[in-house]
C-alpha cells in the first residue's frame, strides 16, 4: 500500500519531533543516550511527490542527563557548540517508495562540516494535515572532526534516531 503525501509546505512540529543519539563507550561496555531538546525545520512535498527541506537541531541542547558529561559534548572537542550552534540536515530529495519506505538523500553538517548522508526512513503516518518519519542511521562522527578517544574508549559509529511530525501549513 503506498500512501499519498499531500502537495504543499510542512512545518516540523517541534513538540511531537525527538532527535537522540547513542554511542557505545567505555570500550563498548556502556551505551551512552541523550535527545537534542531544540529541533526545528520546515519541508515541501513538491507535485511529483518528492520532497526537499531542513532540520536544524541546536547543538547547545543535548541532553543525556549528566550535566559534566553534556558540557563535555558541547566542548571543541566534540560539537564545538560555542562556534557551531546548529546542526542541520538539509534534504536534496526524498521520495516514498514501495509500501512506507522513504528515501531520503541529503546533508550533514556537523561542526560546519557538510557530508552527504542518505536515509531510509518510514512513514509511520500521514493524512491530509499530517505526517510522520521514523528514521535511525549511523555518523563516522570522525568525519565532522569529532575525533576525540581518550584510551580508546569511543570507537565506532553514533546511531542517530529521529521522529519527526510535520503538520501542513496553510495554503
Not at 526537499?52 to 549528566?66: E, F, R, Y
Not at 522513504?102 to 542518505?118: C, D, E, K, M, N
Not at 505526517?131 to 568525519?143: I, P
Not at 521522529?163 to 501542513?168: A, C, E, I, Q
Amino acid at each position: 500500500m503506498t500512501v499519498a503525501v499531500e502537495t504543499g509546505t510542512w512545518q516540523l512540529d517541534t513538540a511531537a519531533s525527538t532527535v537522540a543519539v547513542r554511542h557505545k563507550t567505555f570500550w563498548g561496555l556502556v551505551t551512552v543516550k541523550g535527545a537534542f531538546a531544540a529541533v526545528t525545520g520546515n519541508g515541501e512535498v513538491r507535485p511529483d511527490g518528492s520532497a526537499v527541506g531542513t532540520i536544524t537541531v541546536d547543538a547547545t541542547s543535548l541532553d543525556t542527563g549528566n550535566a559534566k558529561r553534556d558540557e563535555h559534548l558541547r566542548s571543541a572537542d566534540f560539537f564545538d557548540a560555542a562556534n557551531h550552534p546548529e546542526i542541520t540536515f538539509a534534504v536534496r530529495g526524498a521520495e516514498l517508495r514501495a509500501g512506507d519506505e522513504v528515501h531520503v538523500a541529503g546533508q550533514l553538517t556537523v561542526r560546519g562540516i557538510s557530508r552527504p548522508q542518505s536515509v531510509t526512513a518510514r512513514l509511520v503516518g500521514a493524512d491530509d494535515r499530517a505526517l510522520t518519519l521514523d528514521a535511525e542511521f549511523t555518523v563516522d562522527r570522525e568525519q565532522f572532526a569529532m575525533g576525540w578517544n581518550q584510551l580508546g574508549m569511543m570507537r565506532g559509529l553514533t546511531t542517530v534516531t529521529a521522529t519527526l511530525r510535520f503538520t501542513r501549513t496553510a495554503a
